[in-house]
């Protein structure tokens, strides 16, 4: 029965239903059960857009300039799926999605799709969903995706890391450049844009991103990421960031497999450790084993050592017995 | 393993420009485990359908204050319809006489609350609401 749930909403999805790609997404983010069956139906489809994370300090106007893009990009007749990750309140759980108010303009186009997500409670939760619903936007035909996340901590970082190009939007005001360097932001950088260059202390800061990007990045074989200058509320410069990111996907182009493969690693490497958390602790005597260990007085990490020690010993039995068969 | 959360719009048809009312509900439904999308004044109805589709949400709660209510509820429910999303719970806060309250809630398809209701209220209604509807689209399923 979950079975044919998941190959009619694919099947809708493929002929182009926005309600079937929305519901889809929710599958996705709401870990239900069906997704995997569901993506399996799709994954055919997968691969085909192009992939930008958006990230940056919370108001330096990541949504105003996804909308900017969003609209330069149409004018180019390709079709547009905009993520928007907004975090959960540690509390209720509940969140308050307030990126799509800058996007307001595109709400009647029929070749945009915008989403809000909001992170939710685990960390490796929320890269995963923001990485499905990526792909099911990408599966839907959409030629470019855009996610944004604020740039705050490891679990945006990771969401915008699985995109093909990273841009790192900054803005006058919002502390200065060394904030952002020891953010760890601008490793993740693949194109920076100052934004609000409307505003005073843009140049300086433009300044500061190019050294820092120099220092950084002269005399190794690394991308040195463009810094360029824009002002999307006055739609000013948009035009010189999407140049940017085209240049860094240029740039990738013979690499876009590996690239894009190693990310993958990331997202199933995140998987097999849940799932292997499962079962071992869930569902296997695990704990009972460790609580054993302790009552001798054993140290953690004495514990841990043995637990690791004698888990890998069964996976090598396992596996050596696998090869015999 | 599922981890559902209900998801709510919270929108302002219409031209009239206040939405402190609309705000603190939002926050209040945040407060209470909801997400809450906000989009902000003047919204059309098939700009309000269209958001609810692209957010696959469970409820659309309309803040209004023009005295239009009689006209853009049954506009919004039919262009959620159009787009397949008939199973969305509406709500409605505003200053609505009671008559038109009744007639509206007698539909079926609008939950309607008076100025001053306890939020509180609303949110519990909501939840009880989406849970039975969650629980009947799974029994279809
Ligand atoms: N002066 C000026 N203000 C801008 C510019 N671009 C955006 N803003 C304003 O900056 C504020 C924040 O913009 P958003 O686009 O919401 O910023 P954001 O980074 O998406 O914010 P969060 O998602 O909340 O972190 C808004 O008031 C915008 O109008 C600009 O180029 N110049
Ligand atoms: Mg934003």
Known sequence: M????????????????R??????????????????EALEAIWSQVGR?????????????????????????????RTVGILAVDPSSPLSGGA??????????????????IRSMASRGSHGGMARSAVDAMDVMDAFGMHDVLVETVGVGQAEYDVVAAADTVLVVLCPGAGDGVQ???????????????NKCDLPGADRLTSDMTEAVHLRTAGRDLWAPPVVQCSAGK???????LAAIKTHREHLKEQLDSHRRRKRIQQVRQVVGERMEEALWEEGDLTEQVEALLRTGTTPYATASNVTQSLLQTARVNQAKGIQA | MSERRIRVLVAKPGLDGHDRGAKTVASVLRDHGMEV??????????????????????????????????ELFPRVRKELVERGMDQVLMIGGGIIP????????????????????????IAEYIQTEVTKRWAASEAKA
Not at chain 1, 180 to 194: C, P, R, Y
Not at chain 1, 235 to 241: K, L, T
Not at chain 2, 98 to 121: C, I, R, W
């Open chain 1, 96 to 113: 308050l999605l307030g990126d799509r108010i800058r996007m307001e303009d595109r709400t009647a186009d029929a070749g945009v799709f």
């Open chain 2, 98 to 121: 009671q008559d038109d309250m009744q007639t509206l809630e007698s539909d079926g398809f609008a939950k309607l609350f008076g100025p001053g209701t306890n939020t509180g209220v």
């Open chain 2, 37 to 70: 999308i906000y989009t902000g004044l003047h919204k059309t109805p098939a700009m309000i359908a269209e958001i609810a589709l692209q957010e696959d949400v469970d409820v659309v709660g309309l803040s209004i204050l023009s005295g239009a209510h009689m």
């Open chain 1, 19 to 36: 309600l079937a790609l929305s519901r889809m997404i929710s599958w996705a983010e709401n870990s239900n059960s069906r997704f995997p």
């Open chain 1, 180 to 194: 952002a360097m020891k953010s760890g932001l601008l490793e993740l950088a693949d194109v920076i844009a100052i």
């Open chain 1, 49 to 77: 857009a192009t992939r930008t994370g958006v990230t940056g300090p919370p108001g330096a106007g990541k949504s105003t300039l996804v909308n900017e893009l969003c609209a330069l990009i149409r004018e180019e007749e």
């Open chain 1, 2 to 17: 979950a079975s044919s749930a998941s190959n009619s909403l694919s099947t809708r999805l493929l002929a182009g239903e």
């Open chain 1, 235 to 241: 739609r000013e410069g948009v035009d010189d960031v």
